[in-house]
């Protein structure tokens, strides 16, 4: 590895560790399935969760309209945005277990898993 790249592992080291805490543990309470989430429950900037919020924001403020960015993406209902959530936790923490060689995320990533077939069943079952 390179002086250039070596620098940066050590310097986003902790950040990069955080990161993969919150995505084992994405919230600072207890949430259920279909529970809307505060933004202070979020462990990462909400940003991480609804990046077209913001790009919404700024666009509006430019004159641009309400939902300038989103506004021709399909709507999700909560209990839909939970289940997307899950399902990239699930895929992300197989990585982390794969990548560092950590057995209790792919534990975690199975849980997942079933808590996203629950959530999808919910789903289809309120369609």
């Known amino acids: 590895m390179d002086g250039k790249r ?16 919150a995505l084992h543990n994405p919230f600072t309470q207890v949430v259920l399935p279909g529970d809307r989430v505060p933004t202070n429950f979020l462990r990462l900037h909400e940003a991480a969760y609804a990046p077209g919020r913001n790009l919404d924001e700024w666009a509006k403020a430019r004159g641009q309209g309400e939902h300038a960015v989103t506004g021709g993406l399909p709507t999700r209902s909560d209990l839909a945005l939970h ?32 808590l996203a077939s629950q959530l999808r069943a919910e789903i289809d079952g309120a369609a």
């Open 6 to 21: 070596q620098f940066a592992h050590e310097r986003f080291r902790e950040t990069e560790r955080e990161w993969e805490d």
């Open 83 to 114: 289940l997307r959530l899950t399902e990239r936790k699930a895929a992300l923490l197989d990585r982390i277990a794969i990548k560092k060689g950590r057995p209790e995320a792919a534990v975690q990533a199975e849980e997942a898993r079933a």
